[in-house]
């Protein structure tokens, strides 16, 4: 009958894992006597829950093999691996320190990237509702590619609340350049005209007041920095700040909210919310049903994602609609993009409510962190690999008194992960103290590492493991597998002979090429851009955007007195800052420019060169019909006699009166555009531009500003030098540079330190047979030639991959970040090359000469 | 050492153990003491508290006979030592005490 009551099988031999062996007879004795018991009593079920049970309890220390501190010799073996590894490493200061410095420098970096990289993928991934909230998204033809725009339709969102019952929410975003007046605190400031949606489909707390405030068209809610811009530390709510749109426009709005603090992580942000029915206060010529103007933005919340495609599909009529009203600006289809994912796509998306600046950096910098990574690991393996031959005796007396190939194996693997770990901790260090600070301070981010951060730890650990293993299991089992009886006999030579150690060099030979060439490259490249010519005069160039055609006249005719000023222009488009776009009709494609309405005299004033025909007329109204385009149209075109050529915008034809040179209308990130210019008419003049005589930039500047502060004290005045009409570009540049060098610089160091570790312990191996060879009379030459030969056939090989490759990946580089770099020259390559090849002798020639300058006596004697 | 006193619990093992004299073994003993505490006692307990008296040297063992209701496993007999006597005594002793020095005022509880 007992046949066939069985013991759980899976609970027994958990069992009989933790209880250790002299008291697993009563104690499971115990256990089954009761079992048998309780399987009679009240059947085998219950009998097996409360066998469970029972071994479940009895999983108590009393029961527990006992820790191996007390009876096994494994912890005492781990202590004795423990001290040699100690004593190994102060035997070999140099190596471990190569080892030590080279890790933990590759695991700073590593943190310093995953800072990075855990700060890009949580950027606006507070939202609650990140999933659920989508923007709408425009797919457009735009000379013969298709591009998606971030914009939609003034009518599309209150269509879409009424057409789809699975939208629960839909917010319009307009931002509106607005002048904000309260007391004497006056600015020019960003006014977003949104729907009371936008709070509850956003995650933006208020730190004062009530989200539904928007509700109320007199309302306005600020953002924490702007809260303490116009009102300082007090609470504002119920302030009434007055708003002036343009010249006519004016309302009072009562402050009803202030957000908190935004999170550091965000993109998407405002300084100022409104309801978006004010748009008609802003401008009276907004219409709602107008489907040829443009919302900065529409979201919508689908609270089932599951119903995206439904919509996506329920999209088309809304084309049509579009396309009957909009035949300069046909659209293919209308699309969706979830905010969770917005911020690492928007660099496909033009115009779009959030953007995407980290691409470069999200690509460039794990790269980098697993090329140190590779490289400090490869360090670690040569290093150890060559000096283990100094270790031999220790590893043959372990395996005589009865270490087996394992337990060698083990022995290297926890030598390698206690020191990878003593690595990780100055690696930390670095990246705390020098690293992070660095990388924040030059990329203007708020990076950290937070030690509450649970990823984090996961990744220091995986970091461990995975540097720790991979540096330590090709020496462990190259090292374990030696016999003992030839380890003894003294007939095993290795070290020199070792193919991977070569590999490992020459890869290390590779990327300090790339890394060299690339900080070259971004050096001259800074240079470049520095002095490259922006296509027209922007040195001695100020202007001021204005708000109209009085205020224009007014300063026209102060800055017109002026002695220093050379020449005064009206433009409604102002380069550097303010474009519109047209589309060329051709008689088989449409082609969108872009434009600029200037006056007569604004290539004088901003010293841009016509290069055939002519300037407009002085009269306005003689070059009604004329345009001037630059270069680029031309060539795209392929226009042979631009002079010639009429062209048809907006059912108007056009008249090319004369071209100019090209020039830089954006920073150095964007390509020359084609661009066409066309006479501005008065009215809409927004920006007033001088030209100052040499010299006299700064008091021109003081005196336009000064004109400006007499004449319209209530307007802040909003003007400049054309130098920095491309904020943060130049410091960008300089960024890049400075980055790429400090790349190269560690990726030399950690090169070069392992070359050297290598050399000088191949070199101290050979002490024996370098002796002998001075001894029989060998020179210096001799001896250099017998150390260079060694590396000779490896650096070259390595570099002949080397330079194309650097030129490849340097090239890529450069090309993704600028639109028209300096192109990279193959004399570049050769100057890291060169520079290469200069450290790699140095390196060797430090051990040639202690090799010379040791007496053969000495060195003969040793062992 | 440890501690030379008594745990309560233990106290009951180091009793019942004296109680079951040559049988006190694992099981037996708690099922008398669930028997005559009423209480449900687990096995791994009296385990824990066998082997720690043992530690102390209140209680010595010896291994018994294997038997087929133990799927064929022998079990460890306990009994007391002078010394474990000695703990018992001392433990009842202040009990009585102690229990003997409370006024016969502390019990009346009619008087307020």
């Not at chain 1, 951060?453 to 540097?467: A, E, Q, S, V, Y």
């Not at chain 1, 296509?535 to 002026?562: C, E, H, R, V």
């Not at chain 1, 009166?657 to 090209?662: A, R, S």
């Not at chain 1, 400006?708 to 400049?720: A, D, H, I, T, Y």
Request: proline letters at 4%; hydrophobic letters at 45%.
């Amino acid at each position: 009958m007992k046949k066939q009551v069985n013991i759980p099988k899976l609970v027994h031999a958990f069992f009989k894992w933790y209880c250790k062996s002299d008291r697993y007879e009563e104690l499971h004795g115990d256990l089954e006597e009761f079992f048998y018991e309780r399987a009679e009593e009240m059947g085998l079920v219950k009998a097996r829950f409360y066998y469970l049970r029972d071994v479940i309890r009895c999983c108590q220390p009393y029961a527990w093999k006992k820790p191996k501190v007390y009876s096994n010799s494994n912890i005492i073996m781990f202590k004795n691996y423990f001290k040699t590894s100690l004593r190994s490493m102060t035997r070999n200061p140099l190596g471990s320190f190569i080892n030590v410095f080279g890790l933990s420098v590759a695991i700073g970096i590593c943190l310093v990237v995953y800072s990075f990289v855990a700060y890009d993928y949580s950027l606006d991934q507070f939202h609650e509702n990140k999933n659920e909230v989508y923007l709408t998204t425009i797919r457009a033809d735009r000379n013969g590619a298709e591009v998606q725009y971030g914009l939609s339709p003034t009518p599309l969102g209150e269509l879409l609340k009424d057409d789809f019952a699975q939208i629960s929410k839909v917010a319009r975003v307009k931002d509106v350049s607005v002048v904000m007046k309260y007391e004497d605190k006056v600015f020019y400031e960003n006014l977003r005209f949104t729907d009371p949606e936008f709070l509850e489909m956003l995650t933006f707390p208020l730190k004062w007041g009530s989200p539904d405030a928007l509700i109320d068209v007199n309302s306005i809610i600020l953002s924490e920095p702007m809260s303490v811009k116009y009102f300082g530390d007090e609470n504002p709510i119920g302030e009434d700040i007055l708003v002036k749109f343009g010249e006519e426009g004016r309302k009072i709005f009562r402050v009803a909210g202030v957000a908190e603090a935004f999170p550091d992580a965000h993109i998407i942000e405002f300084g100022f919310l409104a309801n978006f029915k004010n748009m008609k206060v802003a401008d009276p010529a907004f219409d709602e049903a107008n489907w040829a103007d443009l919302l900065d933005a529409t979201l919508i919340q689908v609270p089932d994602p599951m119903d995206i495609e439904a919509i996506r599909a329920g999209m088309v009529k809304y084309k049509a609609l579009q396309n009957d009203i909009e035949n300069d600006w046909k659209i293919n289809s209308f699309d969706f993009e979830p905010l969770a994912s917005l911020h690492l796509n928007a660099g496909g998306i033009e115009d779009a409510i959030s953007y995407d600046y980290t691409e470069p950096g999200r690509v460039i910098l794990p790269i980098i962190a697993l090329l140190m990574i590779f490289m400090a690991c490869f360090n670690y393996i040569n290093v150890a690999i060559v000096s283990s031959a100094r270790r031999l005796k220790e590893i043959g007396v372990r395996k005589v008194i009865g270490a087996n190939r394992g337990k060698v194996i083990v022995q290297f693997l926890a030598e390698n992960i206690l020191l990878t770990f003593f690595a990780m901790l100055v690696g930390i260090l670095l990246a705390y103290t020098l690293f992070l600070p660095w990388l924040a301070n030059q990329a203007a981010l708020p990076l950290r590492l937070s030690p509450t951060d649970l990823n984090l730890w996961l990744f220091l650990i995986f970091i461990l493991l995975l540097t720790g293993l991979a540096s330590g299991i090709y020496p462990a089992l190259y090292i374990s597998k030696f016999d003992v009886a030839r380890i003894f006999r003294g007939s095993i030579r290795f070290g020199k002979k070792s193919p991977l150690t070569k590999v490992f060099l020459g890869f290390q030979l590779v990327v300090a090429c790339i890394t060299i060439t690339g900080a070259i490259a971004f050096t001259q490249n800074t240079l470049h851009i520095n002095s490259r010519s922006w296509g027209y005069d922007q040195t001695g160039a100020l202007y001021t955007s204005i708000t109209d055609k009085s205020a224009f006249d007014q300063l026209y005719s102060a800055m017109s007195q002026n002695p220093n000023v050379l020449s005064v222009s009206g433009s409604r488009d102002h380069l550097g800052m303010v474009k519109s776009q047209a589309v060329l009709r051709l008689p088989d494609r449409q082609y969108e420019v872009d434009q600029l309405s200037i006056d007569a005299q604004y290539f004088e004033t901003m010293g841009l060169q016509l290069t055939t025909g002519r300037n407009f007329k002085p009269d306005p109204e003689s070059d009604r019909q004329s345009i001037i385009v630059n270069k680029a149209l031309v060539e795209n075109m392929a226009w042979a006699e631009p002079l010639t050529e009429v062209v048809t915008i907006d059912s108007a034809r056009y008249q090319v009166v004369g071209v100019t040179e090209d020039f830089q209308f954006n920073s150095f990130y964007s390509p020359v555009k084609p661009t066409l210019f066309k006479v501005a008419d008065k009215d809409d003049y927004r920006f007033l531009s001088v030209r100052a005589r040499a010299g006299a930039e700064r008091e021109t500047y003081d005196a336009l500003k000064a004109e400006w502060v007499q004449l319209f004290p209530e307007v802040p005045f909003q003007g400049g030098y054309q130098e920095d009409v491309w904020p943060g570009f130049f410091e960008d540049v300089a960024i890049q540079e400075r980055f790429m060098k400090v790349v190269a610089f560690i990726a030399i160091l950690l090169s070069s330190l392992g070359l050297y570790g290598l050399v000088t312990l191949n070199v101290a191996g050979r002490v024996r047979e370098f002796s002998i060879r001075k001894a029989l009379g060998a020179g210096v030459k001799n001896i250099a030639f017998s150390i260079l030969r060694q590396y000779m056939l490896l650096s070259v090989i390595a570099l002949l991959i080397a330079a194309p490759l650097s030129y490849i990946a340097i090239n890529a580089n450069i090309n993704m970040l600028y639109a028209e770099p300096m192109p990279l020259t193959y004399t570049v390559v050769t100057l890291a090359v060169v520079l290469l090849i200069f450290i790699l002798l140095t390196v060797i020639s430090t051990q040639i000469r202690k090799v010379s300058k040791s007496s053969p006596v000495v060195g003969l004697r040793t062992e | 050492m440890g501690r030379s006193h008594l745990g309560e619990f233990e106290e009951l093992v180091l009793l019942t153990v004296g109680v079951l004299y040559d049988d006190a073994y694992a099981v037996a003993i708690t099922k008398e003491i669930a028997n005559q505490s009423g209480r449900s006692v687990a096995v791994s307990a009296v385990h824990k508290s066998l082997y720690r008296l043992e530690e102390k040297g209140m209680l010595k063992s010896r291994l018994g006979e294997a038997e087929s209701k133990r799927g064929g496993k022998r079990k460890r007999l306990f009994n007391i030592t002078p010394f474990g006597k000695k703990a018992i005594d001392e433990s009842m002793d202040l009990r009585v005490h102690l229990r003997n020095q409370i006024s016969d005022l502390a019990f009346n509880w009619q008087a307020d």
